[in-house]
């Protein structure tokens, strides 16, 4: 009798075979995939060559020591491990509180409090890089500040500055936008928050304003004296004027009289009169 070769068991041997012959493959597939996952992330590591340029900055690509012209905005950029380099500028507006020792036109020293806003122009990020570095604001920034307050605040009055801020920081502001502009530097907003002048200095202040104001009230109470007296004047002269031209009238015409009379009449006749008296309202007869 003939060996049967397709029985049963040998099938599933067969077929059981060739899954575990499938399994082993997919296996090593796997590891295979997982030790290439892992050398890339390792390559990654070690090597970097994505940068990632965050919100509000922008990349400076430098290569072999060469700054690229472009400026990279946001997102994410490919260098080259081991030959180019991105650096991030910032290029936010800036909020800076500083004070200044300033000496004003009349020599007196104050310390100048105030706030500048700020922020480096994106397009020109590699410029800057380049010619200054990151520490743009201790380099240019704040001499630039503090050598245009001393010189606007040296032109005023120390009295004056008070009176005057919003003007002088005005006139700082204009000064800082020319200066800083052709610097990659953009200058949105300057506003002086604090003047101290010496204790004796503002004292003396506080006593001038106090006299002025003393000698203005004095100036408002003589005017108002003068103004009362000149119309009691006009007054006077008014009803001195109206007497003159009613004698006058009175005295040129005698039907004046005899009206200014009845005007003056209660309604009544006298209950007797004495001698050859005339009566005080002529009636005659028609």
């Known amino acids: ?124 990020a590699p410029k800057m890089y380049r010619e200054v570095g990151k520490d743009y604001l201790n380099v240019i920034i704040s001499p630039t500040v503090e050598g245009i307050v001393k010189d606007v605040i040296g032109k005023w009055n120390a009295q004056d500055i008070v009176a005057n801020r919003e003007k002088v920081a005005s006139e700082i502001l204009s000064k800082l936008r020319a200066d800083l502009g052709k610097k990659y530097i953009n200058v949105s907003d300057f506003q002086i928050t604090e003047i101290q002048y010496s204790n004796a200095f503002e004292q003396a202040i506080e006593n001038k304003v106090t006299a002025e104001q003393d000698a203005l009230k004095a100036k408002n109470v003589t005017i108002q004296v003068q103004e009362e007296a000149r119309q009691k004047v006009i007054a006077a002269e008014a009803e001195a004027k109206s007497m003159a031209i009613r004698a006058q009238a009175l005295t040129q015409n005698k039907a004046l009289v005899e009206y200014e009379a009845v005007k003056k009449w209660d309604g009544k006749l006298p209950e007797y009169m004495l001698g050859n008296s005339v009566p005080f309202i002529n009636v005659t007869k028609k």
């Not at 994505?50 to 509000?56: F, N, S």
């Not at 910032?90 to 009349?106: F, G, L, P, R």
């Open 1 to 124: 009798m003939a060996k049967n070769y397709y029985s049963e068991d040998n099938m599933f041997d067969k077929v059981k075979g060739e899954t575990g012959k499938m399994f082993d493959k997919f296996k090593f597939l796997g590891s295979f995939t997982a030790i290439a996952i892992f050398l890339l992330l390792v390559f990654l590591l070690i090597f970097n060559p994505i940068a990632i340029v965050g919100v509000g900055e922008r990349g400076v690509k430098v290569t072999l020591g060469k700054t690229s012209p472009e400026s990279f905005g946001e997102g994410i950029h490919f260098v080259t491990p081991f030959i180019s380099h991105m650096h991030k500028m910032d290029v936010k507006t800036v909020k800076s509180n500083i004070e200044t020792m300033a000496q004003s036109k009349d020599i007196q020293q104050a310390k100048i409090v105030y706030v500048v806003n700020y922020n480096l122009k994106p397009e020109f």
